[in-house]
């Protein structure tokens, strides 16, 4: 059976890190492109980082270049996601997400975890 499945989510200080997990159960990087949304308070769903579909390239958004790091092992079917240096615009929901191809990815055409929160405060 198919499923995402995040944990590792909660309240965190600014400058701190947590560490992201999802459990990709029947998604593996060879069949598809798998990644991180978040949603911010007042603002849509936005793909943050992403493992494109073979494993071979990585994106991040501009917003979190640099801070946060996106890996996948297909032998534990893990997707996890390091966060440092947070901040406080980090705060929102966090979704692990699966989509067939780079394009549907980006276009948020994606199969949908349940999401785990973060908060972070100064």
């Known amino acids: 059976q198919r499923q995402l499945m995040e944990s590792g989510g909660g309240s965190v200080q600014v400058g701190g890190s947590l560490r992201l997990s999802c459990a990709t159960s029947?998604?593996?990087?060879?069949?598809?492109?798998l990644g991180w949304f978040r949603q911010t308070p007042g603002k849509e769903r936005e793909g943050i980082a992403a493992?494109?579909?073979?494993?071979?390239?990585?994106y991040y958004d501009d917003s979190v270049k640099g801070r946060f790091f996106i890996s996948h092992d297909d032998v534990k079917n893990t997707l996890s996601l390091q966060m440092n240096n947070l901040k406080p615009e980090d705060t929102g929901m966090y979704y692990c997400?699966?989509?067939?191809?780079?394009?549907?990815?980006?276009?948020?055409?994606?199969?949908w975890g349940q999401g785990t929160q973060v908060r972070v405060y100064s």
């Open positions: 997400t699966a989509a067939n191809d780079v394009a549907s990815w980006l276009d948020g055409e994606n199969t």
């Open positions: 029947g998604y593996t990087i060879k069949g598809y492109s």
């Open positions: 493992i494109y579909r073979g494993g071979g390239s990585t």
